[in-house]
T-cell receptor, first 115, second 110 residues
């Protein structure tokens, strides 16, 4: 079946540095990908919608200059957390929309720890 | 914005019991997803529903569009079913991301 691969699974970075998370659809083209964040014991929250070849659409309260999203191809979207802060430590997960239907596949998620 | 409510938040049951998890939402949707999140965080999509009922193995998911309600059932529950089960909805009309419920933390004891 369709697979969405997310990398890295775990990352530790120092405050002030940037970290990039990749989300790839391995066997289908995804014109739309989504990025979510989950803080401990909280529900997943949509951060932004990433459309291939255009600017991402960010949810209210998500800083677009801090969370840079690039969807340069139909199989790859990246999330870059810039000037990382310990408060950015969270579980980040992407999903990809297959075709024009409602089938959504999730990546494995990335645990980010900012020290 | 769609509000998604799940119940119960926590559920502990004995192996073999029949499990029901409920989900209600506030605004019309194009699809509802039931997801399973393991302790490591990874998410598995169990079902996607827009109407009726689906069955996969010991899992059954139903949705009532008029009542804006869905249920996930697990028959003959097993300790390996222990996980967080999340209901997520996609609102009508757009290529929007999902709105998630807070999840149901299920523990099946042997």
């Amino acid at each position: 079946g369709a697979v969405v691969s997310q990398h890295p699974s775990w990352v530790i970075c120092k405050s002030g540095t940037s970290v990039k998370i990749e989300c790839r659809s391995l066997d289908f083209q995804a014109t739309t990908m989504f990025w979510y964040r989950q803080f401990p014991k909280q529900s997943l929250m949509l951060m932004a919608t990433s459309n291939e070849g255009s600017k991402a659409t960010y949810e209210q309260g998500v800083e677009k200059d801090k969370f840079l999203i690039n969807h340069a191809s139909l199989t790859l979207s990246t999330l870059t957390v810039t000037s990382a802060h310990p408060e950015d430590s969270s579980f980040y997960i992407c999903s990809a929309l297959q075709g024009s239907g409602n089938t959504i596949y999730f990546g494995e998620g990335s645990w980010l720890t900012v020290v | 914005k769609n509000e998604v409510e799940q119940s119960p938040q926590n559920l502990t049951a004995q192996e073999g019991e029949f499990i029901t998890i409920n989900c209600s939402y506030s605004v019309g949707i194009s699809a509802l997803h039931w997801l399973q999140q393991h302790p490591g965080g990874g998410i598995v999509s169990l079902f996607m529903l827009s109407s009726g009922k689906k069955k996969h193995g010991r899992l059954i998911a139903t949705i009532n569009i008029q009542e804006k309600h869905s249920s996930l059932h697990i028959t003959a529950s097993h300790p390996r079913d222990s996980a967080v089960y999340i209901c997520a909805v996609r609102s009508r009309g757009g290529a929007d991301g999902l709105t998630f419920g807070k999840g149901t933390h299920l523990i099946i004891q042997p």
